[in-house]
């Protein structure tokens, strides 16, 4: 089954993607009950309202990335920044290693994969080496308590902040990604922070 790429917009327009399900996915699931920033998690809201129709596609490339994909069938990223879910989550370790395995296959592109999967990032750093030209960013699931710091086995940490909240730390202040490239090149600020966006 061919994996998908998504054609992003907004902020994110110019960096291609490969999104999954958020809707399928039972981490997402859970966390959207929580008290975490998940529980008005925008690409939750987005695909089962105005981006209904991506999920489809994006349940297709999570039935895909569940089981380890053979390097050969793995795609050739045609790109200079590629983005590892603008929407969706990691599944399992499997879903992990094949995102490692683009990496590997793409020396020529620098991949930003944002997660708040701890466990499974500590089960790959614990057995792999990771490739230079994979960025892997702590996406920090409690509104206005940023770190100051990534943890351990991350290059960068995502903060979430009211708009009103901590002014003088947000650095991610609404230009598009490409323009910004904070969290596509691992020079730079290791932490990021965000004021919270109302979207649906």
Known sequence: MPIHFSTMTGKLKGIPAINTNTVTNEYCIKMNKSDAICKSCYSMNMLKGSRKNCQPA????????????????????????????GHGELI?????????????????????????????????????????????????????????????AFNKVFNVVEKDHYESIQNCTGQKCIDCLKCYRMVGPDVITEAIKKRS
């Open 92 to 152: 399992n370790f499997n879903h992990m290693i094949n995102f490692h395995n683009i990496a590997e296959k793409n020396k020529h592109c620098t991949f930003s994969l944002w997660t708040k999967r701890k466990d499974i990032i500590k089960e790959y750093r614990s057995i792999y080496i990771k490739p230079n030209n994979l960025i892997l960013i702590y996406s920090n699931p409690i509104v206005n308590e940023p770190m100051e710091m990534p943890p351990l």
């Open 58 to 85: 994006f349940e297709r490339n999570s039935k895909v990335f569940v089981d380890l994909i053979p390097m050969e069938d793995l795609p050739v990223i045609n790109a200079a920044f590629f983005r590892f879910h």
